[in-house]
C-alpha cells in the first residue's frame, strides 16, 4: 500500500455537534473499561461525514482525546483504511473497481470514460468541486460487474455509454436509479432466472 498523508491545507478545529456528541458517547459506551480505543472507526467515520467527507488532523486529536489514544495511533488508523478521505473531496465520490470479475467485464473501458468525462487523474477533485474519483479493488458485486460507488450507492452493469450518461445525470443534479444499469433484478443472470423458476414439489 501507498503511503497516505494528511493533506497540507487544514482547518484550524474541529468539534462535533451536539447530535454527533451523543452519538459518539454511546458508541463508545458499548466497550468496556479500557477498551474505548475500539470505537476510534465508529468516531472518525461519523467525523468524517459531518466533516464533509474528509479526516483532518484537528478532528484526528478530538478523537485522540476522547478515546485517551494517543494521535499517532489514530492517525494510522486513518491512513490505514482507505474508506477515510484524507483530503477534501467532490460531492460525488466515485469508485471505480478495478478487481479481476470488473476488468473481465469491460472496467477498463469504464475507467476510461470517467478520465475522459471527469479530466482529473485519480485522486483528484475536478475544478467545480462536483467529482472526485479513485480505482479501488474489489467493491464486492462482482456478479453484477462492472461496478462503481457513488458515495455510498453501487451502480452495477456499467459499460462506457452507460457510465458516461450516469456522470451526465449527476453533473444535472439528478439522482439515477441505483443497482443495475440494465435492469436485471439483483444479481440474477441478464436473462433472468434460470432455477426455481417452476413450481416446487411441495407446493403440488
Same mark, same amino acid.
Given at each position: 500500500?501507498?503511503? +497516505?498523508?494528511? $493533506?497540507?491545507?487544514? !482547518?484550524?478545529?474541529?468539534?462535533?455537534? !451536539?447530535?454527533?456528541?451523543? @452519538? $459518539?458517547?454511546? *458508541?463508545?459506551?458499548?466497550?468496556?473499561?479500557? +477498551?474505548?480505543?475500539?470505537?476510534?472507526?465508529?468516531?472518525?467515520?461519523?467525523?468524517?461525514?459531518?466533516? =464533509?467527507? @474528509?479526516?483532518?488532523?484537528?478532528?484526528?486529536?478530538?478523537?485522540?482525546?476522547?478515546? =485517551?489514544?494517543?494521535?499517532? /495511533?489514530?492517525?494510522?488508523?486513518?491512513?490505514?483504511?482507505?474508506?477515510?478521505?484524507?483530503?477534501? /473531496?467532490?460531492?460525488?465520490?466515485?469508485?471505480? $473497481?478495478?478487481?479481476?470479475?470488473? @476488468?473481465? #467485464?469491460?472496467?477498463?473501458?469504464?475507467?476510461?470514460?470517467?478520465?475522459?468525462?471527469? %479530466?482529473?487523474?485519480?485522486?483528484?477533485?475536478?475544478?467545480?468541486?462536483?467529482?472526485? @474519483?479513485? *480505482?479501488?479493488?474489489?467493491? =464486492?458485486?462482482?456478479?453484477?460487474?462492472?461496478?462503481?460507488?457513488?458515495?455510498?450507492?453501487?451502480?452495477?452493469?456499467?459499460?462506457?455509454?452507460?457510465?458516461?450518461?450516469?456522470?451526465?445525470?449527476?453533473?444535472? %443534479? *439528478?439522482?439515477?436509479?441505483? =443497482?443495475?444499469?440494465? %435492469? +436485471?433484478?439483483?444479481? *440474477?443472470?441478464?436473462?433472468? #432466472?434460470?432455477?426455481?423458476?417452476?413450481?416446487?414439489?411441495?407446493?403440488?
Amino acid at each position: 500500500m501507498s503511503v +497516505r498523508r494528511l $493533506c497540507a491545507d487544514q !482547518p484550524a478545529s474541529f468539534a462535533f455537534t !451536539p447530535e454527533n456528541l451523543d @452519538w $459518539c458517547a454511546n *458508541e463508545i459506551k458499548k466497550y468496556p473499561d479500557g +477498551r474505548q480505543a475500539s470505537a476510534v472507526i465508529a468516531l472518525l467515520w461519523r467525523g468524517q461525514e459531518q466533516n =464533509g467527507g @474528509w479526516v483532518t488532523e484537528p478532528m484526528i486529536r478530538t478523537i485522540g482525546d476522547m478515546l =485517551g489514544m494517543p494521535y499517532i /495511533r489514530v492517525l494510522e488508523v486513518a491512513t490505514f483504511y482507505t474508506m477515510f478521505n484524507l483530503a477534501p /473531496r467532490g460531492k460525488y465520490l466515485l469508485q471505480v $473497481c478495478k478487481t479481476t470479475p470488473c @476488468w473481465l #467485464r469491460g472496467s477498463d473501458d469504464v475507467t476510461g470514460i470517467v478520465k475522459a468525462k471527469l %479530466g482529473v487523474a485519480p485522486g483528484q477533485t475536478t475544478k467545480d468541486g462536483l467529482f472526485s @474519483w479513485m *480505482e479501488v479493488e474489489c467493491l =464486492g458485486a462482482c456478479a453484477n460487474a462492472p461496478v462503481i460507488q457513488v458515495n455510498d450507492d453501487y451502480y452495477e452493469d456499467l459499460d462506457a455509454a452507460k457510465t458516461e450518461a450516469l456522470l451526465d445525470a449527476l453533473a444535472r %443534479g *439528478e439522482q439515477p436509479q441505483i =443497482g443495475s444499469q440494465t %435492469g +436485471r433484478r439483483s444479481s *440474477e443472470p441478464e436473462g433472468g #432466472r434460470t432455477t426455481l423458476t417452476g413450481v416446487s414439489g411441495g407446493d403440488r
